[in-house]
């Protein structure tokens, strides 16, 4: 193999090491219901997710019953619950927009439709 190959096989690598692949599951929400129990959680993967730079917003009436919190200090954010027993029904929107330690301009955002029936 030659020098030139060489570099580039380098550069090659060294590009694709530092992409990252981040996901937040469920990648939709089951409908809930009013009246019944509701517990989700969300699992946000690839990095260690900054708690200085998560950012969540709801639409969703703080009379609705449901509530939105990080599952454990010890996961931080990389863990979300939404739990509660909706009160009214509707539909409403939940967007996590949020970066990563140690990874730059690295950024995730995702929304959520929170349907109540």
């Known amino acids: 193999m030659n020098f030139k ?3 580039i096989l380098f550069l090659m690598t060294s ?7 981040y996901k937040i599951e469920p990648h939709e929400l ?7 129990t509701y517990n989700q959680q969300l699992k946000i993967t690839g990095g260690k ?10 639409n969703i009436p ?3 019953g449901v509530k939105i919190t990080q599952v454990d200090d010890i996961d931080g954010y ?3 619950k939404i739990e509660g027993i909706p009160k009214y029904k509707g ?6 927009n949020t970066y990563f330690y140690g990874t ?3 950024k995730l955002t995702k929304t959520y439709e929170f349907v109540v029936k």
């Open 104 to 106: 730059g301009d690295d």
């Open 5 to 7: 190959n060489l570099i």
């Open 49 to 58: 997710v900054s708690e200085q730079h998560f950012e969540l917003t709801s």
């Open 62 to 64: 703080e009379n609705q």
């Open 15 to 21: 590009f694709l090491g530092c992409s990252r692949d």
């Open 30 to 36: 089951p409908v809930a219901y009013v009246g019944k």
């Open 91 to 96: 539909k409403y929107k939940i967007i996590i």
């Open 78 to 80: 990389n863990h979300i």
